[in-house]
Structures are given as C-alpha cells and as structure tokens.
C-alpha cells in the first residue's frame, strides 16, 4: 500500500536526536487560562498538573526482536497479564504486516506471539478494542483497497484468531470505536464506507454473552442535533457519564480539518434514544487536527489526546480533557518527548498508572517508521482530586 498521500502535506523532517536526561517533570496550570506548556509551576501550587514523558523504548540487537508493523498497527492492554497486544500495521516498505506481538512494559520486551488459526488480513484504518466480557480483542473495519466490514477477535487465554462474520456489519474505514462498560458493547462513529465519506451514523455490536443479541449490530444513529460526519477523529467512552466523547477530524467532502468536541449520551434505559452535544470549550482547546490519538485515563476520570495532523505539520503535543469539569487542558511537559507524527497507537496502563505510546510516521520523506516506546507519566489520583476540589 502507498504511504498515504495527506502524509506529505509540508512535513518537517523528525529530529534524530536522543536524550538522556529522562526525569525532568513539569507542572502545567490545570486552569481554564491560555495554557502555559513551557512554565513549571510553583511545587506549592495545589491547581498543577504534572506530566513527563519516559522513553521506554527497547534496546534491541536485531529487527527481528521487534514488530515491522508500525504505522496504523492495532493496539489493546491486557490488564491480566499487563502486556500492551499489538497486531498488523505497516513497515518501512509501506506493507501490511499480519503478526501479532506483545509489548511487556516491566521488562521493557516485544515477544512474537504464535497465534492459533487463521489472520485477518492485512489493513489500514481500521480500529481495535479490548472486550473484557470474554477477555479478547477485537478487530473491526479497516481497507486494504476497498472499505471493509471485517470483524475478528483475538482469544487473549488460547491466543487464537477467530472470523466474526456478519452480513448486519456496517463497512467503515477511518472510524472510531469505543467500549461502552454499561452497555457491554463496541461503538463505532463515523469513517467512510464504499459510497459516502463524512459519515455521522452511530453503530453498536453487542458484546454481552448473557444478551439476546450477543454479537449483534445495532443502529443507534441520532440525527437530531448531530455534528458534521467525519473521518480520522479521536474518541473515548465516559463511564460517568454514560457518553461518547470525541474531538477534531476531517471532513473528506471539503477537505477541512475539525477543532470541535463532542458528546454522544446513550439512552439510560434499554430501547431508548440517546441525545447529541456540542460541549462549549471556550478558547482553550487543542488545535484542529486528525489522526490523534486519544485515551481514557480511567483512574482520573480523564480524556487525552496526543499528536495528530495539524494545520500543516504532524504534531506531538498532549491535551487533557477533564470529563468531570468538560474543560480542556494544554498538559504538554517540555524536554524529551515523541516527535511530532501520525498514525500511532496508545493505551492506558491501569498497573502503572500512565498512558502508553508506541510507532506511527513522522511524515518526514523516506523516514523509516516509528517504531519507539514512550510512557507519559500522569500525576497521583489524590492530587488531582484534591486540584478539583480546589476549582
């Protein structure tokens, strides 16, 4: 496959630099003023929130310790055995790769898992969620030319491959999902399909073993008071308060970026109908931008969003929505940090507390991909509680 045509829109090469100096923290003002991404704050200060990020990358001897499979690779945590489980993705050589590996954060390693069955076959776009009902990941939509309704599942106990055909399966590309924890359900938003772009159609796939419509679809599309349909946004299911939550995108139709967030309410009571939002971020927000990014801190009740497509270059900058106040937050720590790229991967690591980033494409030209590991260190539950309480 070609290395997407959007990837050369005026791309700063990526710095080859490494940094040795990995300890530096830095407070950032957890206010709704102009954010303040390169001034630490007094250590006294109870409203900071203290980010830094920790190049964990693996020291390696040999391609082959590694996956090859780096841009648009799919990523899921396994909170039982606490491995990051990384599928496909693209080499340097712009191919799709069909392997498997897992990433043990302790012990810094890849390993090369040898699955059982069949694969799903290489692709790009599409998206991955973990279903902790059966303990599995699962794999959804995606091209590899045309736009699919592929829909597999990796048994995390047996680690074997399974096809979850489906004719109700909706073809999309360039999507999001999110696992809905209430309605024990897989949610896709937007993307593309094989004859519209800019979609806006809400999609469910059930994922409760005990439920009548197990491995179900379910159209929960909303038009009243819905956003613009869009392709490459990031988004992330709030628990809380039983809603969707995404930022930014692009339109395909007029070939604009997005900088809008919004919400998605599900329906509290079975069969019920759930209700649009655009949330009011003021002026401080993340610049319009795709293919961020996007996790669900579940310890801080939090949103965060990492790099993307801006206006004219890949970006590398982190932002934090807190669910609980719908405000954003520049929460960017100076120092050593992931080049600015695209088409990257992170996970929440609930053992360690901190979000976990891997590979992706700096855009730069003839760059191979990216293939490092970084964890953003997040501060302590109980002090952010406490920076709350203090608003």
């Not at 923290?25 to 409203?47: H, I, K, T, Y």
Request: charged share 25%.
């Amino acid at each position: 496959m070609p290395r997407r045509s959007h990837s050369r829109i005026t791309r700063l090469r990526a710095p080859q630099i490494v940094f040795a100096c990995l300890g530096v923290a830095v407070a950032v003002l957890f206010s709704s003023g102009a954010p303040r991404a390169q001034e630490p704050a007094a250590a006294s200060d109870s409203n900071a929130v203290v980010a830094r990020w920790i190049d964990r990358t693996p020291v390696t001897k040999s391609a082959s310790e590694q996956p090859q499979g780096s841009e648009d690779a799919s990523l899921i945590y396994d909170p039982v055995r606490g491995h990051v489980i990384l599928y496909g993705g693209k080499d340097d050589a712009n191919l799709g790769m069909r392997e498997t590996w897992a990433f043990d954060p302790a012990e810094r390693k890849w390993a090369k898992l040898a699955t059982q069955g069949r694969t799903p076959p290489a692709s790009e776009d599409h998206t991955t969620i973990y279903d902790p009902n059966s303990h599995r990941m699962i794999l959804f939509g995606g091209e590899n030319g045309p736009t699919t309704n592929k829909l597999w599942s990796l048994d995390l106990k047996t680690i074997a491959w399974k096809e979850l055909a489906s004719p109700q399966a909706p073809r999309r590309e360039s999507h999001s999902t999110v696992y809905d924890s209430r309605g024990k359900r897989m949610v896709v938003f937007g993307g593309i399909d094989r004859t519209s772009a800019d979609l806006y159609e809400i999609w469910a796939f059930d994922l409760d073993p005990a439920s009548p419509t197990f491995e179900k679809w379910q159209d929960l599309t909303v038009t009243e008071g819905r956003p613009p349909g869009r392709i490459d946004h990031a988004a992330i299911y709030d628990p809380v308060k039983n809603r969707m939550v995404f930022h930014g995108g692009w339109t395909k139709i007029r070939r604009g970026l997005f900088g809008d967030t919004w919400a998605f309410y599900f329906a509290d009571a079975p069969g019920g109908r759930g209700r649009w939002e655009r949330i009011n971020t003021g002026t401080t927000a993340p610049s319009p931008r795709r293919h961020a990014v996007s996790v669900h801190d579940s310890d801080r009740n939090l949103f965060i969003l990492l790099g993307g497509q801006g206006q004219s270059t890949p970006l590398n900058d982190v932002w934090i929505f807190d669910l609980t106040r719908d405000v954003w937050m520049n929460a960017t720590p100076p120092g050593p940090a992931p080049v600015p790229r695209i088409d990257h991967q992170a996970v929440y690591d609930p053992r360690n507390h901190s979000v976990l980033l891997y590979g992706g494409d700096s855009g730069a030209d003839d760059a191979p991909k990216l293939r490092d590991v970084w964890e953003l260190a997040l501060p302590s539950v109980s002090r952010l509680s406490s920076s709350r309480g203090a608003q």
